[in-house]
Nanobody
Framework: VQLVESGGGLVQVGGSLRLPCVAS????????MSWYRQAPGAGRELVAR????????NYADSVKGRFTISRDDAKNTVYLQMNSLKPEDTAVYYC?????????????WGQGTQVTVSS
């Protein structure tokens, strides 16, 4: 199983970034996909989640209206479009899969990608 994030980097306040996460080794289309983030000295928090087949999405209050999660099942990829970035968005962003495995489910994590927003 692999989740490979990319697209992070240094961006100025008000800028945009798009983070893709490419998945392999599990049934992507039946998995709930999420983005989490962890700032220095803080716990990991849920940023956005999308259900299988893109049926519904939910977002942390702090990113509503600025971030958009989407998925392309043909490419086994989930995206996080981040607009109007703020310094408090600075964190390592992690891709997460809640994947079906037989009669149960398992969590998988990517290695993370750093996003730094400079003021």
């Amino acid at each position: 199983v692999q989740l490979v994030e990319s697209g992070g980097g240094l961006v100025q306040v008000g800028g945009s970034l798009r983070l893709p996460c490419v998945a392999s080794g599990f049934t992507f289309s039946r998995s709930f996909m999420s983005w989490y983030r962890q700032a220095p000295g803080a716990g990991r928090e849920l940023v956005a989640r999308i259900t299988s087949a893109g049926g519904s999405t939910n977002y942390a209050d702090s990113v509503k209206g600025r971030f958009t999660i989407s998925r392309d099942d043909a490419k086994n990829t989930v995206y996080l479009q981040m607009n109007s970035l703020k310094p408090e968005d600075t964190a390592v962003y992690y891709c997460n899969a809640d994947a079906p495995t037989g009669w149960s489910r398992r969590d998988y994590w990517g290695q993370g990608t750093q996003v730094t927003v400079s003021s």
